[in-house]
Nanobody, 128 residues
Framework: QLQLVESGGGLVQPGGSLRLSCSIS????????SGWFRQVPGKEREFVSA???????????YYGDFVKGRFTLSRDVAKKTIYLHMDNLQTDDTAVYYC??????????????????WGLGTQVTVSS
């Protein structure tokens, strides 16, 4: 059974950086689309980034509008791991970050409901 395990969250000061990791086990490399969402209490889960066609050389990466060039999603196919490198973090980035994957390449990758498997999340706190 496919399982996702996130790591790399923590406390960072405004302007700092973190790298989140999502290790995918129990199956082929995460289906066809994998990505990151985030959620704060009382709000809906928000799309952060996704890579469509994760195991193909031509995989395409997408980001939420709020990212504004600060985050980079990457992958290591051999390690079956995706990463989210986050720079210039701000207090508004404080949230639980979730890794998700699905078996499809449709253009609804920004919708959390389109993903089949989720990790338990990792807390990112940006505070001085």
């Amino acid at each position: 059974q496919l399982q996702l395990v996130e790591s790399g969250g923590g406390l960072v000061q405004p302007g700092g950086s973190l790298r989140l990791s999502c290790s995918i086990s129990g199956g082929t490399f995460g289906g066809s689309t994998s990505g990151w969402f985030r959620q704060v209490p009382g709000k809906e889960r928000e799309f952060v980034s996704a890579i469509v066609g994760i195991a193909t050389p031509a995989g395409h990466t997408y980001y939420g509008d709020f990212v504004k060039g600060r985050f980079t999603l990457s992958r290591d196919v051999a390690k079956k791991t995706i990463y989210l490198h986050m720079d210039n973090l701000q207090t508004d980035d404080t949230a639980v970050y979730y890794c998700a994957t699905r078996s499809g390449v449709g253009d609804d990758f920004r919708q959390d409901s389109s993903y089949d498997v989720w990790g338990l999340g990792t807390q990112v706190t940006v505070s001085s």
